[in-house]
């Protein structure tokens, strides 16, 4: 983060102080009168894109709680300007802040707290000398505007809080109401010693727990306040032996070094008091709300959008180098990946000579060889194997005892050509024993036996083709009813062909 100048308003004097890597620097300190402008216009003389920001200590700080509407951007922009402009003749250091939204009847308000300063002219001079020279305006802060973030770093306890610091321009009291700015006040404070500033701080702090129980921001019969308060470094001991807490306020005090450390601020000029935890504040994570208008602050829109753009370019410069390498890592691996196997290849090459040279002499060339090998391997692929038949045919016997096979054709064919048979079991006959049951001049019987065997066999892909009975059965021939008399000791023969289609 660029270092950044912060000018810290008080009613007498204006202090300004550089802040970077949280250190903060005193560099000048000016006079609030005509003589302090000039001095700073010739500091700002040669600083021409500096970055600038206005922390305001000042008493005459008014705070107004008002309800609007509940809008949305130019609508809402536009109400609030009005409210603005009723509240306050200069506008110019305005500022509203959001306190939640109420529901009034059937209606839903928004609750705003209009804030300004008393006196804005004294604020005119220093802020058109940033304007004229060229100075980047981040915002015009006010101590209570920066109070919620403080009583967050400090660890303030419960839905309404009281934050406490001792500054340059004297005793400044922030009512903090669920993590919101309700109040605030300033009181001039002359040099004390330690024990006299912690009594100060406690009736100070009644003073006011009374003034908003009658503003009736407090609750009369409510729980104690918690109070939080910055002691002076090394004095902590010494405020809480004054800072006893009452059923109306619970004191909590932290020692300075330990607030800067909440802050992270590491160093502060001596002789700072709390204002330097509201600098490092407004330097490091300062809040939306500022009192500056737009036209002030349009050269700080600039750079921001200026420095959201470089960004940008670098992050996606970045991501093409990260994807660059990822892809370079990647040809890499692959170009190791591929010498890698180009050396195999060369090994397997060498491999393959050495045991080529040990084959005996043929009467042909190597390419040959392999090309009536992977030729080889294609037929025996493709060639019909006869175990699957055989399983098929043991199955189908099984079913049929009385059939017995006496010889099997095989063959293979394309469709169409002329074969004696096809790759399955192709001709049986029945045994002797089967005569007992069906008699050889039974045509009937054998040829019912013989059909449901030729069923039983064209299943599983096989078809049937053809059935050759032991008699002729067509309407040329002659059937008689002493068909085979003859051979009457003889078992029928019969011829089956069954086809299958190989893949």
Excluded at 295 to 319: E, M, N
Excluded at 327 to 350: D, H, K, L, Y
Excluded at 470 to 479: C, K, N, R, V, Y
Aim: net charge positive; glycine share 8%; charged share 25%.
């Amino acid at each position: 983060m660029p270092a950044r100048h912060l000018l810290y308003f008080t009613a007498e004097d204006h202090y300004l102080y550089t802040a970077a890597h949280g250190k903060l620097e005193l560099v000048a300190k000016f006079s609030g009168d005509d003589l302090g402008v000039g001095a700073f216009r010739e500091f700002l003389r040669g600083r021409q894109g500096t970055l600038f920001a206005v922390l305001a200590d000042l008493a005459g700080e008014d705070f107004h709680e008002d309800q609007v509407p509940v809008l949305r951007g130019a609508d809402r922009e536009g109400v609030i300007q009005r409210r603005l402009a009723q509240r306050y003749r200069d506008t110019r250091l305005a500022a509203a802040l959001s306190l939640g939204k109420v529901h009034t009847g059937q209606r839903r308000n928004e609750r705003v707290l209009l804030t300004s300063f008393t006196n804005t002219q004294q604020f005119a001079p220093w802020l058109d000398a940033l304007e004229e020279a060229g100075a980047r305006l981040a915002g015009v802060y006010s101590v209570p505007l920066l109070a919620p973030a403080l009583a967050a770093r400090l660890g303030a306890r419960g839905a309404r809080a009281l934050v406490v610091t001792a500054d340059r321009a004297g005793l400044r009291q922030c009512f903090v109401e669920n993590g919101k700015l309700r109040f605030a006040r300033l009181e001039r404070t002359v040099d004390m010693v330690p024990q006299a500033l912690a009594a100060f701080v406690r009736s100070e702090t009644l003073r006011l727990i009374q003034y908003l129980i009658t503003l009736r921001a407090l609750p009369r019969d409510g729980a104690p306040l918690h109070a939080v308060v910055v002691a002076p470094p090394g004095e902590r001991a010494l405020f809480e032996q004054a800072l006893v807490s009452d059923p109306r306020v619970a004191f909590h005090t932290i020692d300075g070094a330990d607030a800067r450390h909440a802050v992270r601020l590491r160093s502060a000029p001596e002789g700072t008091g709390g204002e330097a935890l509201y600098l490092q504040l407004a330097a490091r994570k300062p809040p939306r709300e500022q009192f500056a208008t737009r036209a002030d602050r349009r050269s700080y829109f600039l750079w921001q959008l200026q420095r959201g753009l470089v960004t940008a370019g670098v992050a996606g410069f970045a991501a093409c180098v990260l994807f660059s390498g990822a892809r370079w890592i990647e040809a890499m691996g692959a170009s190791e990946r591929a010498e890698i196997q180009t050396r195999e290849a060369r090994i397997a090459t060498q491999q393959y000579e050495r045991i080529t040279a040990t084959f005996p002499v043929t009467q042909t060339s190597t390419e040959n060889l392999r090309v009536a090998v992977v030729e080889f391997r294609r037929i025996a692929e493709r060639s019909a194997a006869p175990e699957a038949a055989f399983v098929h045919a043991a199955r189908v016997l099984d079913r049929f005892p009385q059939m017995e096979l006496e010889a099997i054709n095989w063959s293979v064919g394309k469709p169409g050509e002329p074969r004696g048979g096809k790759a399955v079991p192709a001709e049986a006959k029945a045994p002797t024993q089967g005569v007992n049951a069906t008699q050889r001049n039974d045509y009937r019987g054998i040829t019912a036996q013989v059909q449901r065997f030729a069923e039983a066999l064209a299943s599983g892909g096989y078809e049937l083709e053809r059935t050759q009975l032991p008699f002729d059965i067509t309407s040329e021939g002659t059937l008689t009813g002493d068909i085979g008399a003859a051979e009457s000791t003889e078992a029928p023969r019969f011829t089956i062909t069954l086809s299958r289609r190989l893949p």
